[in-house]
């Protein structure tokens, strides 16, 4: 029997399997297929950007190990993330970091960035038919040495960062615009205190003034869509974060804004899959940052995880697909990086699977009866159903490599190409 015809048969089986429980396989397809990510270009390079490649990250966050093959250039970037699309199933779009500019012709400080030197970005996201979000990046810059950027108490340091939270809303804005879907410009900021401050409400009444100011021109939000995004701790900013949640949520709220959550950003205990449901309870949309803590924010690599799962399950039980922004945040600086993008992107669609595989209005059903120990069974019933028959099946239709057979693609790739950076 061909590989194809034992996909299909397998297909055919666990669609039975499913349908037993009302559920029917083609539609969780469909609406998996609908599910576009938001590939962060900064594994590829381990966030050194290509404005200062030879400067240190900053800003309390850490890429470690020193993996062989990541890309030095714009144009390597592209063609790493281009092989790692290729190895994708479904739906993706970019997200760059404004330290990925195009800084060949001349050099220009982040308070002096303009749709210039993004261009690039954007006719290569035209070329793709694909859409592109953008980041300000408020680290690895001499003026965010203090530990202070959007709420420091130096005017001259504020004034800057200020401007540099305009200047990205106007390039999201003109990304959104030519590319004909909204550029969701997320605003993270590392400022916080090693030690304990005296002053957190002088701190966060700066940052407040700060984005009232960045935030002043009105853009229409089929062009671009702001978000902030909250943190627990950096590193070097143990004691206090001014951006913190509580922070970040009633700002949102208060001037509708998107909340970005990381799952990297929060005490070890607490689960962004959580959340959703009380965040879009006061806001319109969440963008989501998935990553993988291990200890701390160290940005692992996206598993199929508890916590990636309740987050998809969450998002699906409520029919929240349209409201939420999925994007990844994580870099791994010590294994193959388009290895890291293509199991980290799979492992979320796989997630997505599973939760439009559940039967959901049955377990609710169950929920609201009492039958508690009944749901716990069907919970863990469903873990063992075949899930990956269907998977195999989408990766199939999308003519992408089916179950571990990206393996071999990428390490091909890494002989023919990596190997020789
Ligand atoms: C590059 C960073 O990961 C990113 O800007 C931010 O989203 C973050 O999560 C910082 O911890
Ligand atoms: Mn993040």
Redesign the pocket.
Known sequence: MTTKNMILEAYELANKQYAELGVDTNEAIEKLDKLVISLHCWQTDDVSGTENPEGTLSGGIQATGNYPGKARNISEIMTDLEKVMSLLPGKQRINVHALYGDFSEERVDRDSITIKQFQHWVDWCKKLEIGMDFNGSFFSHPNADSGFTLSSKDERIRKFWVEHLKRTRDIANEIGKQLGSPCILNT?IPDGSKDTPIDRNGMRAQLTKSLDEGFKTEYPKKHMKDAV?SKVFGIGAESMTVGSHDYYLGYAIKNNKMICL?NG?FHPTEIVGDKISSCLQFVDEVLL?VTRPVRWDSDHVVTLNDETQLIASEIVRNDFMHRINVGL?FFDASINRIGAYVVGTRAVQKAFLIALLEPTNKLVELEENGKNFERLAMLEELKSKPFGAIWDYYCMINDVPIGENYIKDIQQYEEDVLKKR
């Open positions: 993270w995004e990381d950003h940052h945040d």
